[in-house]
């Protein structure tokens, strides 16, 4: 059996390719081993965005980004608010986001656009 990483770089590989339901299997695989993969769960996130899962996308892009408060994570996570049309959540963040992500022009994008 691949270790944690290789199942992270082939899933992440059929995802670049389109390949979404052998990427969903692989990030789940990944999930279902290690559960508090920040890393997987923003990449799970993006994919159930792809597939129109809005609620599942936001599920797990509100877990990354509670295991792994990262730039790239919130921009997930208001991507998936945006899509859920719950701008409210987005606004709720934005004293968290502009003192930490400052100079994150995307991140502050997608706050601006709540």
Do not use: W
């Amino acid at each position: 059996m691949p270790d944690i990483e290789q199942m992270v770089q082939f899933g992440f590989k059929r995802h670049q390719d389109g390949k979404l339901e052998e990427a969903e299997s692989a990030y789940k695989e990944v999930l279902n081993v290690c559960g508090d993969n920040a890393e997987v769960c923003n990449l799970y996130s993006v994919l159930k965005l792809q597939q129109d899962d809005i609620s599942t996308a936001v599920e797990y892009a509100q877990k990354a980004v509670k295991l792994e408060p990262r730039a790239y994570y919130y921009e997930t996570l208001c991507q998936a608010y945006i899509r859920n049309k719950d701008y409210k959540k987005i606004v709720d963040l934005e004293s968290l986001i502009n003192e930490a992500f400052s100079k994150h022009f995307p991140l502050l994008f997608n706050l601006a656009l709540a």
